[in-house]
Antibody, heavy 121, light 110 residues
Framework: QVQLQESGPGLVKPSETLSLTCIVS?????????WGWFRQPPGKGLEWLEW??????????YYNPSLKSRVTISVDTSDNQFSLKLSSVTAADTAVYYC???????????WGLGTLVTVSS | QSVLTQPPSASGTPGQRVTISCSGS????????VYWYQQLPGTAPKLLIY???HRPSGVPDRFSGSKSGTSASLAISGLRSEDEADYYC???????????FGTGTKVTVL
């Protein structure tokens, strides 16, 4: 069974960089698929879900055009994990962040549990 | 915000069949796969249907998906109390270069 688990700070200061890591178990990232990051404002429905971007096993990245200038997604196949960095954060970046395996680019089949990241001083 | 339109609510009694529609356009549903998710409050989404009409292992065969042109549907047959949740469709959108999610449908079991 594919399992994903997000980890990282739950509180980030404005203007700093948000960093999260997703540890994958039950499937080797090297075997294929895209691996993505999404975020959802707290208490909002899935219609508010925002795709941040995705990466494949060889390191090719695909970013949401509206966030592209601030986002870096990387993959570490040896540790079977991938990471997200979002720079220059503001309160608008406060959200529940999910990592996921994309069945097709941007549309997941397996999701992590999600982690709330709050941007506040 | 959402470019995929769903009815805000649907309901039925236990055992009944409920159908949820999802209307899009040629840049999303009309040219890409449709996915259906269930989300309970405070939890991660759960995949119900992938690539228009395929069911992941573990999802009951009471759930089925279909697509025609720029619209898709999710059907829940033999409605059960545990099906009470919010349901969302999703598809990649070629014009936006990203996925789009539906407006969501709250299913109530009467």
């Amino acid at each position: 069974q594919v399992q994903l688990q997000e980890s990282g700070p739950g509180l980030v200061k404005p203007s700093e960089t948000l960093s999260l890591t997703c540890i994958v178990s039950g499937y080797s990232i090297s075997s294929g698929y895209h691996w993505g990051w999404f975020r959802q404002p707290p208490g909002k429905g899935l219609e508010w879900l925002e795709w941040i971007g995705s990466i494949n096993h060889s390191g090719s990245t695909y970013y949401n055009p509206s966030l592209k200038s601030r986002v870096t997604i990387s993959v570490d196949t040896s540790d079977n994990q991938f990471s997200l960095k979002l720079s220059s954060v503001t309160a608008a970046d406060t959200a529940v962040y999910y990592c996921a395996r994309d069945n097709n680019l941007g549309t997941p089949d397996y999701w992590g549990l999600g982690t709330l990241v709050t941007v506040s001083s | 915000q959402s470019v995929l339109t769903q009815p805000p609510s649907a309901s039925g009694t236990p055992g009944q069949r409920v159908t949820i529609s999802c209307s899009g356009s040629s840049s999303n549903i009309g040219s890409n796969y449709v996915y259906w998710y269930q989300q309970l409050p405070g939890t991660a989404p759960k995949l119900l249907i992938y690539r228009d009409n395929h069911r992941p292992s573990g999802v009951p065969d009471r759930f089925s998906g279909s697509k025609s042109g720029t619209s898709a549907s999710l059907a829940i047959s033999g409605l059960r109390s545990e099906d009470e949740a919010d349901y969302y469709c999703a598809a990649w959108d070629d014009s936006l270069s990203g996925p789009v999610f539906g407006t969501g449908t709250k299913v109530t079991v009467l």
